[in-house]
C-alpha cells in the first residue's frame, strides 16, 4: 500500500503533467484559429476554380492538355499529408488506414509530415521526396510539391497521382481522404463545381486550360495542406484537452486517497496516546 510521501510524489508528479498538456492545450487552441480560418477560405476560390474547369470542358469538348490524359498504366505516385509532431489523436493512424486500403501496394510515395514517412520506411514502401511545410502552410511550399508531382507525371514516370491527406470538418470531426490530383478529373465528376454559363475564352480553350490547370493543381495540393493543418490542430487541442481533464479527475482520486491515509494516520496516532495515557493511570 502507498505510503502518504509516494502518494504526494505522484500527485506533484501529475501535476506537473497537467500544467504541460494544458500549456499544449492553448497552443494548439491559438494556432487552430488561424488554421482553420485558412481551411475555410480557400474552398470558395476552389469552387469558383471548379466552375470554370467545367465551363471549358463541357463547352470545349476537344480542348485538350497533357495534364487531363488518362493513361492505361497502374503506375501511381501519392502524396501523404501527415503531421510532424504526435499527441494529436489518431488522425495519423486513421490517415495509414485508407492510404493501405486506396492505393497500389506498389505505389510510390511523396510524403509531407514525419509520422507516415517513418511509418512508409518501416513497411518498405518506397519514398522519393520528402518536404517540410512551415505553418502556417506558405504556397510557395505547396507550388514547390505541385510541381513535383505535375513533372512526374508529365515526364511519364507514373500513370496517377493521388493526394492523401485529413479534411478538415469540424473541430470534432476530421475526415481521411485519398483524391485523385492527375490526371485532371472534370469537376462535374465529383459534384463539387460552380456552373457558370456563356464564357467566351481568349485566345483559345487550350491556351486557357495551359494557365489555369498549374494553378488548379498548385491551389488542390495547398488546400489539402491546410486542410491537414487545420485537423492537426483541432486534434491536438482536443486531445490535449482530454489529457487535461483526465489529469485533474486523477489528482482528485489521489487527494481523496491522501486525506484518507492521512486521517487514518491521525486516527491511529490519537489511538496510541489515548492507550499510552490510560497505561500510565
Not at 509532431?85 to 514525419?114: H, M, Q
Not at 494557365?211 to 488548379?216: F, R, V
Not at 498548385?218 to 486542410?227: I, L, S, T
Request: net charge positive; proline share 3%.
Amino acid at each position: 500500500m502507498a505510503n502518504l510521501r509516494d502518494i504526494r510524489r505522484r500527485i506533484k508528479s501529475v501535476k506537473n503533467t497537467a500544467q504541460i498538456t494544458r500549456a499544449m492545450q492553448l497552443v494548439a487552441a491559438a494556432k487552430m484559429k488561424k488554421a482553420q480560418d485558412q481551411a475555410l477560405a480557400g474552398r470558395d476560390y476552389s469552387k469558383q476554380l471548379n466552375g470554370v474547369l467545367q465551363d471549358i470542358s463541357e463547352g470545349f469538348s476537344d480542348a485538350t492538355h497533357p495534364l487531363l490524359e488518362k493513361r492505361s498504366g497502374n503506375r501511381e505516385l501519392v502524396l501523404v499529408i501527415s503531421t510532424d509532431k504526435g499527441l494529436c489523436g489518431a488522425i495519423n493512424t486513421n490517415l495509414a488506414k485508407i492510404v493501405r486500403k486506396e492505393t497500389s501496394d506498389k505505389a510510390d510515395f511523396v510524403t509531407v509530415g514525419r509520422k507516415l514517412r517513418v511509418m512508409m520506411e518501416k513497411l518498405g514502401r518506397n519514398v522519393i521526396a520528402d518536404f517540410s511545410v512551415k505553418d502556417p502552410v506558405p504556397f510557395a511550399d505547396a507550388r514547390a510539391i505541385a510541381g513535383l508531382l505535375s513533372r512526374q507525371f508529365l515526364d511519364g514516370s507514373y500513370d496517377k497521382v493521388s493526394v492523401a491527406f485529413t479534411r478538415f470538418v469540424n473541430t470534432m470531426s476530421q475526415q481521411p481522404e485519398v483524391i485523385q490530383l492527375l490526371p485532371v478529373e472534370t469537376p462535374s465528376d465529383h459534384g463539387d463545381a460552380t456552373h457558370t454559363n456563356d464564357f467566351l475564352f481568349e485566345p483559345s480553350p487550350n491556351d486557357v486550360l495551359g494557365s489555369i490547370l498549374p494553378l488548379y493543381i498548385n491551389f488542390r495540393v495547398f488546400q489539402a495542406h491546410v486542410e491537414s493543418r487545420a485537423s492537426e490542430h483541432s486534434a491536438r487541442m482536443v486531445a490535449m484537452k482530454s489529457a487535461t481533464d483526465n489529469a485533474n479527475k486523477f489528482i482528485k482520486e489521489l487527494t481523496l486517497e491522501y486525506n484518507k491515509l492521512r486521517q487514518g494516520a491521525i486516527t491511529s496516532e490519537l489511538l496510541e496516546i489515548t492507550t499510552a495515557m490510560k497505561a500510565m493511570e
